[in-house]
């Protein structure tokens, strides 16, 4: 199960023949306290860099990017009711969306875990 970054700090990662999509621990701390999260439709098509989600804090509002291209096919809709998994479990529970990739290859060029520790140091 390898997870990547992006520089925009999203982070992806496959599991079976789906991608599951959320933002890094770093960009939730940045935040701070999400109060809540927009989540795109199922079934809607995305593409790498474009707008997907967006998460709110008691700070600002953020745009979620998507990290590769392909369609929705799951939302975290616990995320609606309790957004601050965001917070408590960025790279785990706080998902955002699950993905059907239409390009798989767009990972390759995404930073792995060491360079992504590297890119916010």
Known sequence: MTTRFTKDHEWIRIEGDVAVVGITAYAAEQLGDVVFVELPEIGKSVAQGGEMAVVESVKAAS???????????????????EPAKVNDAPEGEGWFVKMKLSAPAELDAMMDEAAYKAHIA
């Open 63 to 81: 745009e979620v990017y998507a990290p590769a291209t392909g369609e929705i096919v799951a939302v975290n809709d616990a995320l609606e009711g």
